[in-house]
């Protein structure tokens, strides 16, 4: 497995609100900066809680994300990787409801041959004037 494939097995697992492959990508001592609700998620055990609260808020919809302007930078034992990440909410029927952007920063590591990821940071940028979070670029 190379760093790349990390972001194949997230879109997947988000599209398929599958939490166990989900977690399959994170350290068990994963330390996140998110976007949502709360300043940051200690552990594996913290953040899959988080998963799956958003699954469950979906309800019969689904996410689809998407990955652009990727930028990958692997020194052999320590992996980083820049990104912007959209996620479009589909419903059971197919249909793009709605949209948001963010930026995304993965600090991935190998260990015993796996790269797992023990740092994400996620971010949108605020509006000077109006100190609203800008979701989309």
């Known amino acids: 497995m190379e760093p790349e494939e990390l972001i194949q097995i997230y879109k997947t697992a988000v599209l398929k609100k599958d939490l166990e492959a989900y977690a399959s990508i994170f350290d068990d001592e994963v330390y996140v900066f998110d976007t949502w609700q709360q300043w940051n ?20 919809d689904h996410d689809s994300v998407t990955f652009e302007d990727i930028k990958i930078h692997n020194s052999g034992e320590l992996a980083l990787i820049i990104a912007i990440m959209k996620f479009t909410a589909v419903s059971e029927e197919g249909e793009d409801l709605r949209f948001l952007q963010n930026r995304l920063t993965w600090v991935a590591r190998k260990m015993d041959g796996t790269w797992k990821i023990i740092h994400q940071h996620t971010s949108s940028p605020v509006d000077f004037e109006t100190m609203q979070v800008i979701l989309t670029r």
């Open 41 to 60: 998620y200690v552990g594996l055990a913290a953040w899959l809680e988080m998963a799956k609260a958003w699954f469950t808020l979906l309800g019969t």
